[in-house]
């Protein structure tokens, strides 16, 4: 009976700040692509699709998502942590876009190409390295240092790493919605292409500077972003993606950003499933063994409900651990992370 209440409770927390974090005033809407009609719409997104949706973007070592360059990240040091140091990394995003007539938008702001991760590092030789990625409008440092038991991982021997996603926090032109993910698909893709190529390249240099292993968790958006790199970068160790989005043409239709009559709706939905399929991890083969993944999902979640995380188990062909509460209020989290704790033991990946 509690843990219905308190689902409940986590529900309905969560529809209403999804309202105010997706909630779009009537000038965005107009001066967006959702001022389209169905005709126009389904335009655009056969020109997307032909651009995007192309064969040699689902080769495993396809051109799509770029293999990375080497990098030599300055470091800024934050404070000193027992057992280790509290460190920032910057480097130059070597991002190139894919879809050129979208360059004046998203490559004119100069935050976003310089990347940006917050690390725990242990003292003496590399330890395990483990990206933490971020939600929707997240990547405060101050703020991820709570969401996440970071103290929990560093303890178990893990580097701890927290790479901020392209146009949020420190990569932000501005105090307002993010560029990325975007109403237009296009910047949408590019910003996961960006993402990847980011993660990627740091995850590398972790690797080359002496890192046994890599893993990588992410939530909501981080979520999302954890199970497309799983599709993507071979050299992986594991993989969860919690509280995860697994379509953005569904969540696109959950926020009433679809128009016109019941078929036209269903028409546009299935033409953004198409323009979005290159990034999704859906439409991607896993590069991970499915003991190797694991997804979580909140069962009072009302922002990317439990539908998204069961698709992406049933594409890795992963466990799938719930616990209760929703995607803010996540009163039951602690099992999440006991199921976390007891696949990365099963693996031997912890070395504290």
């Not at 310089?114 to 483990?130: D, E, I, K, Q």
Request: hydrophobic share 45%.
């Amino acid at each position: 009976m509690l843990r219905d209440v308190l689902n409940r409770t986590a529900s309905q927390f969560d529809v209403a700040i999804g309202a105010a974090i997706f909630h779009r005033s009537a000038r965005a809407r107009v001066s967006s692509s959702e001022s389209l009609g169905h005709a126009e719409r389904m335009r655009v997104l056969r020109e997307i699709t032909a651009v995007y949706d192309r064969p040699e973007h689902y080769l495993p070592d396809g051109g799509f998502f770029a293999a990375p360059g080497p990098i030599a990240p300055r470091v800024e040091p934050v404070r000193p942590l027992r057992g280790g140091e509290v460190v920032d990394w910057y480097w130059p995003s070597a991002f190139a876009l894919h879809a050129a007539d979208v360059a004046g938008r998203y490559l004119c702001h100069e935050e976003n190409r310089t990347a940006a991760a917050r690390l725990f590092l242990h003292g003496g030789s590399p330890r395990p390295a483990v990206l933490l990625l971020h939600g929707y409008r997240a990547g405060q440092w101050a703020i991820e240092e709570r969401v996440w038991p970071i103290p929990w991982l560093f303890a178990k021997g893990f580097d701890v790493v927290l790479p901020v996603l392209p146009f949020h926090a420190v990569r932000a032109p501005r105090r307002s919605p993010p560029l990325f993910p975007g109403s237009d698909p296009r910047v949408t893709n590019e910003g996961f292409r960006q993402a990847v190529l980011d993660l990627r390249a740091l995850g590398r240099h972790l690797l080359d500077r002496g890192a046994p292993h890599l893993g990588v968790m992410g939530m909501s958006l981080g979520g999302y972003t954890a199970a497309l790199l799983a599709t993507v970068e071979g050299r992986l160790s594991f993989a969860v993606p919690m509280i995860p989005l697994a379509s953005i043409a569904l969540l696109v239709k959950s926020l009433g950003r679809l128009v016109g009559t019941p078929e036209e709706q269903r028409a546009q939905f299935e033409a953004l499933e198409g323009a979005y399929r290159p990034v999704s991890p859906l439409a991607r083969a896993p590069r991970l063994d499915p003991g190797r993944v694991l997804v979580v999902a909140a069962e009072g979640d009302r922002i990317t409900p439990i539908d998204h995380a069961r698709w992406l188990a049933q594409h890795f062909g992963s466990p799938l651990q719930v616990f209760h509460g929703g995607h803010i209020l996540q009163f039951g989290r602690a099992e999440a992370f006991r199921a976390v704790g007891r696949m990365l033991g099963r693996l031997g990946l912890f070395t504290g």
